[in-house]
């Protein structure tokens, strides 16, 4: 039996990014080849950004992909235990030491002493007891490198002095993910630590914390090259599509998603593109991927997905768009079914569940903006309070009622009808709350984003017409 295993450890703090997908893809690709084992586990221990919806969205987004996992879900919110143990054997090791500063007090001593800006001698030696209110910080050495041979990037090495006294667990008790990173692997004998460029420099940390815990020979590192756009700048998803549920929702097919993702950053040779998962998992070698950042091209994957959907027999084309469009609305076909006469107007009440974005009628946003005197302050408010509630139709009601209320607009009707026109492009439809709750929170969100934007262009450009 393969000794290979590696893991996927996504925080449900969010939307499944590509570049997750892709780094969920490489682990599955490795460990399938290798005849390993592939652990999915799920580091919640950000309590007040983790959402249930979110987890439950990893493990839709890794299905639909195909990646199917060995062991877990393992949760970090149920493994405090081992984190308990490890902060005391750190502590008992003189590894750790009590700190009650703000990150300002620290970075500004150090600024002062011209010393690395995480470093805080201040508070090494005053010896304080760990406690409430105080976080615990590791004693980085002070002399000598910390260095790894990784797969994708050749040597990397760190001197110890410009690694700052780096934080395990907050002053609240909760552990940090540096901690808690590197007990689940110790614990759970992962053998290959395959993950994006941006945890490079979490590496010479993480390294320090496994010796000092002596967990043995640590885990061999493969750090996947960025992801950027078309101007080179690492995706962001204030100005990117990067969220994979976006992709599947459009109408992407599974296949081509894998396949063009197994591409970025890697390649089969002989300007081959076109590849099955069985010739993706016989082929590919997680020492031949690239360390340069690859260029998440939405056309090429645009044509990705077309050569497969040509490759597709009439009748089985048929039956996935289908099965496509029935599962973006099927949930709330009962509430579309009250209020549709035609077929056609079924579609007309459902269709802004199948598009990337909506662009309201003219007429009915004039009229609507005519009707609602607070409509760029409501969208504003349903903009921030829509990103913190608890995601369903009654959290979703509760949201836009607060934004109303917020604004001077008491009627739960007039508030609702900027966001409907924002999230629907239209007026009338099926329940909005309902809707909303299907289409998804990053996809509302960003409607109403689109919206608020789109009134406060308008109101500006009506300010500097205005007679002084």
């Given amino acids: 039996m393969s000794s290979v295993r590696v893991r996927m450890a996504p925080s449900p703090t969010g939307y499944f990014h590509v570049g997750s997908a892709r780094t969920a893809l490489f682990n599955w690709l490795f460990a399938r080849q290798q005849g390993g084992t592939f652990v999915l586990r799920i580091e919640d221990t950000d309590t007040l950004r983790n959402r249930a919806e979110h987890t439950e969205g990893i493990e839709r987004a ?14 970090q919110s149920q493994r405090g235990g081992l984190y308990q143990d490890a902060v005391d054997r750190l502590l008992a090791g003189d590894h750790l030491y009590a700190c009650d500063c703000t990150p300002e007090q620290v970075a500004a001593r150090n600024k002062a002493a011209n010393r690395p800006p995480g470093y805080d001698s201040f508070c090494r030696d005053r010896g304080l007891e760990p406690g409430p209110g105080r976080l615990l910080r590791f004693r980085t050495p002070d002399q000598g490198n910390t260095t790894w041979s990784d797969v994708v990037r050749g040597e990397v090495s760190y001197d110890n002095r410009a690694i700052e006294d780096f934080s395990v667990r907050k002053s609240s008790g909760q552990p940090l993910f540096i901690l808690a990173n590197v007990v689940d692997d110790g614990d759970m004998a992962i053998s290959h630590v395959v993950r994006g460029e941006d945890h490079v420099p979490n590496t010479p940390k993480y390294l ?81 991927v690239k360390s340069a950042p690859a260029f998440f091209d939405e056309k090429k994957l645009a044509d990705v997905n077309a050569n497969y959907l040509r490759a597709m027999k009439p009748e089985e084309l048929v039956h996935r768009a289908q099965d496509w469009l029935a599962s973006r609305w099927s949930p709330i076909a009962d509430l579309v079914q009250e209020r549709a006469r035609t077929l056609s107007e079924v579609y007309s009440m459902v269709d802004f569940l199948y598009r990337a974005d909506v662009r309201p009628d003219p007429a009915e946003w004039s009229k609507v903006r005519r009707q609602s005197p607070a409509f760029t302050e409501l969208l504003g408010e349903a903009t921030r309070r829509l990103t913190d509630c608890e995601w369903g139709p009654e959290g ?73």
């Fill in 396 to 468: 979703i009601r509760e949201a836009v009622a607060a934004a109303g209320e917020a604004v001077g607009v008491t009627n739960l009707g007039k508030a609702q009808a900027p966001v409907r026109l924002a999230v629907t492009g239209r007026t009338v439809g099926p329940p909005l709350f309902e809707a909303m709750s299907l289409l998804g929170r990053n996809r509302s969100t960003a409607r109403v984003e689109a919206a608020l934007q789109r009134a406060r262009e308008e109101d500006t450009a009506a300010t500097a017409r205005a007679p002084a």
């Fill in 62 to 75: 890794l299905r639909w992909l195909g990646l199917d996992w060995d062991e877990g879900p393992y949760f």
């Fill in 208 to 288: 320090l914390l496994w010796e000092a815990l002596q967990l043995g020979p640590p885990p061999a590192f493969a750090h996947l090259p960025l992801l950027v756009n078309a101007s080179r700048q690492k995706l962001s998803k204030r100005r990117d599509k990067v969220a994979l549920e976006d992709y599947r929702d459009e109408g992407y097919l599974p296949e081509a998603m894998v396949n063009y993702l197994a591409l970025l950053g890697w390649s089969p040779g002989n300007d081959r593109e076109v590849l099955s998962k069985e010739e993706l998992v016989a082929e590919f070698r997680l020492d031949q």
